[in-house]
């Protein structure tokens, strides 16, 4: 089947049993500034999760566009894409794993055709120092599928994946594994939530392509091994506990379930394959790229390079669809890395200089009746799609020309290499078949890639930040690391000079992380002065503000901001004291706290570490203790 036919047989399987069909929502989330993509089924339906009531109902099913640009470098392989259609059926609050489990084995087998043989699945194994059972109802739901068809399907509680690859499966088709696995929270396992959050198990199905386990992931295979021989084709969450201020868990009133079903995965599934390449779409430009290029995407030699164009054109398409452009920052450069890297690996095709905004069609055609606006905006596409491979074939072309002047000397340092890719966009291994080209006898590799971590690394922790609406996880001991972290910002600026400014930071409950412009180490009596500014102001009982303001006057204001990011016309801005007098003022999501003496309560703000991450740069990692 193509995964046009599946989504239609979803949707159409769903609306019979009562759920309502919602649209996808948009890839650029409306109204909310610091989330970079939908990247989820989930997403767009939390705060329905939450108690909220849906305009539609209580039983909703939908196929939602998601990308996920965590791991754009690492495409190639048969199973991970950056675009993905993750299909979704809801309760909230309405049915529950009695109806779910059975619809989900009906639509796999009866609807898909799947074998049910080839069918394993998995489930929570409880907590119990949380006083979480065992998920024997999801056990017991599955056992009686199975039956009903001749199997027989036996239960084995595995416990972590390193568990499951040191025993196996044991002749088993239900495994029970812990939290890492089977449970879902925004804030991930039980542990970590914080009071009054829900969460709950999960059951997840997967699929034996029977491949032979490959022993470099672990003794043993098992379904959540790596090794490819099984494939996560759906997950159903059951949202029915909530956490208490004692840590305990408790049932929730309004229980919800949540089912995510890879399109492509369930697709290729039908097909009996574990690539989701050889589906719809992706197998459309992949034969296109075939007629185009004379080379076959069976050769091994080029079917990463195959996979890289198709899912990247693809991905593209739709977030120029979706209103994103190609650009230096954020979404748009997002976009452009996309198309970039699209260019360079239909090179090493050899598709003719030109050709890849002619994909925007067959794209456009796919999905004409799921996804009308591509079809409406192909015009539109196919000029940012060739403006910008016409774009960086200029780039292209000027950075050869600094390659041959670095050539001269006959060796091309880490420091030039890396200018070329960050300045160019030349990926290392061109850079490297291109030095070679020209005589170039050695490329600093390593420091090449030590370069590249410390850039990385930047840049992660300061789109982490920014994107997740703040902070990943609001639990309190987190919040608080928040605000001192804003405090300790203003205390090194006042300590150091104004020339010190924020280039990355990550918080989690335990401790902050920043990363900040200053040329040399600190010295003792710089640390010490720094934690006394911050604990004073701590003392000092400051009231936290967050104020909307327009972007023009909070830089008036001085607010800090981040280096190199883009902000909306409007901005939420957290001033420490009141706004006219705040002793700190940055562009800022939240959440914080709402007076600093509350900082106090988890202890003394403290500087355990001080060190250089990048040239001209300094991190310090601090506690409250
Ligand atoms: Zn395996
Ligand atoms: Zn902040």
Redesign the pocket.
């Known amino acids: 089947m193509t995964p046009n036919e599946v989504r239609a047989k979803y949707l159409a399987f769903f609306k019979e049993r009562g759920h309502a069909e919602i649209p996808s929502a948009p890839l650029v989330p409306e109204n909310d500034p610091t989330t970079l993509f939908t990247s989820s089924g989930m997403q767009p339906l939390v705060p329905y999760l939450l108690g909220q009531k849906h305009p539609a109902g209580v039983r909703l099913v939908d196929s939602q566009k998601s990308v996920r640009t965590g791991d754009i470098d690492d495409i190639g392989d048969n199973r991970h894409l950056t675009f993905f259609e993750m299909l979704g059926n809801w309760s909230l609050g309405d049915y529950f794993k009695q109806e779910q489990l059975p619809w989900v084995f009906e639509f796999l087998t009866t609807e898909l055709g799947l074998d049910p043989t080839k069918l394993y699945v998995t489930v929570f194994a409880g907590d119990e120092s949380l006083g979480i059972p065992v998920d024997e109802e999801a056990i017991g739901l599955w056992k009686k599928l199975f039956a009903d068809i001749g199997i027989d399907a036996q239960a084995v509680v595995l416990g972590s994946e390193e568990e499951g ?1 040191a025993v196996g499966m044991q002749g088993g088709r239900i495994f029970a594994y812990d939290a890492k696995k089977n449970w879902w929270s925004r804030s991930g396992a039980p542990s970590n939530m914080p009071t009054g959050e829900p969460g709950g198990p999960d059951s997840e199905v997967f699929y034996d392509f029977g491949t032979e ?2 022993p470099t ?2 003794e ?3 379904p959540n ?6 494939l996560e084709i759906g997950n159903s969450v059951f949202m029915e506990y909530i956490k208490k201020e004692d840590g305990s868990f408790e049932k929730l009133k309004q229980r919800n379930v949540d089912f995510g079903g890879g399109l492509e995965r369930l697709a290729a599934a039908t097909l009996g394959t574990d690539d989701v390449y050889v589906t719809g779409t992706l197998n459309t430009i992949i034969k296109k790229l075939e007629e185009w290029s004379g080379k076959l995407y069976s050769d091994m030699q080029y079917q990463k390079a195959f996979r890289v164009v198709a899912d990247h054109l693809r991905a593209a398409t739709f977030l120029i669809s979706d209103g994103v452009r190609p650009g230096n920052v954020e979404r748009g450069y997002v976009v452009r890395r996309l198309l970039r890297r699209a260019v360079r690996y239909s090179d090493v095709l050899g598709v003719p200089a030109g050709n890849l905004k002619g994909l925007v069609a067959p794209i456009a055609a796919d999905y004409a009746d799921s996804y009308s606006n591509i079809i409406e905006q192909q015009a539109v596409i196919e000029a940012e799609v060739g403006g910008e491979e016409e774009r960086f074939r200029k780039t292209l072309e000027r950075g050869m020309k600094e390659l041959a002047r670095f050539a001269n000397n006959g060796e091309l340092s880490a420091q030039d290499a890396f200018q070329l890719f960050t300045t160019y966009g030349f990926p290392i291994e061109l850079i490297a078949e291109e030095a070679g080209a020209r005589g170039i006898k050695q490329v600093d590799m390593e420091g090449f890639k030590e370069l590249l971590k410390q850039h990385q690394d930047l840049s992660r922790a300061g789109s982490e930040q920014k994107f997740k609406g703040g902070l990943a996880d609001n639990s309190e001991a987190t919040v608080r690391l928040h605000t001192a972290h804003h405090l300790l910002l203003k205390a090194l600026q006042q300590v150091l000079g104004p020339h010190v400014h924020q280039r990355g930071s990550n918080i989690t409950a335990e401790r902050l992380r920043i990363d900040f412009s200053h040329g040399e180490k600190m010295t003792p009596e710089q640390k010490t002065e720094v934690e006394c500014i911050v604990n004073e102001k701590i003392k000092e009982d400051l009231v936290v503000v967050r104020t909307e303001m327009a972007k023009e006057e909070a830089e008036k204001l001085g607010a800090e901001h981040e280096f190199g990011a883009k902000y909306p016309e409007c901005v939420s801005v957290y001033s420490i004291g009141p706004l006219e007098q705040a002793f700190s003022i940055e562009f800022c999501g939240g959440p914080h706290v709402e007076h600093t003496a509350e900082i106090a309560q988890a202890g003394v703000f403290k500087i355990q570490k001080e060190e250089a991450v990048a040239q001209g740069v300094r991190r310090i990692k601090a506690v409250l203790e």
């Not at 091994?225 to 099984?230: E, K």
């Open positions: 690859a386990h490959d992931w672990g043993h295979c098992h091994c790596d090794c490819g021989r099984f």
